[in-house]
């Protein structure tokens, strides 16, 4: 897949494993399992891909956050992503990862 970020902090965290920003900081295990997780989308070709690895958790939202899918960073953090698939070309399969949220607060 192609992985795109819509906020300049996710990019950070993946590219520089660290941001700018006060509101977004995290421990260095939390930012490893996330670029692992970042890893693990870009070597997946369609999302059926992400199925066959467990540890992954991945499903799709529900409710208010109905049309994104999350995988599991660890049993508190996920990363929250859509995406656009191109049924004539799936190498163009673009993932835009959306956040990374603590889904018990």
Not at 87 to 96: A, R
């Amino acid at each position: 897949m192609i992985v795109e970020f819509e906020k300049d902090y996710l990019r950070d965290l993946y590219s520089k494993g660290s941001c700018h920003d006060k509101r977004h900081r995290f421990s260095p295990d939390i930012i490893k399992r996330y670029k692992r997780g970042i890893d693990y989308l870009k070597w997946a070709s369609r999302k059926e891909d992400l199925f066959r690895i467990n540890s992954l958790n991945f499903e799709a939202l529900k409710g208010d956050k109905a049309g994104l899918f999350s995988i599991r960073v660890n049993n508190q953090y996920r990363i929250e992503f859509k995406i656009s698939e191109n049924t004539d070309d799936p190498i163009l399969t673009i993932c835009s990862i959306v956040e990374l949220s603590n889904h018990y607060s």
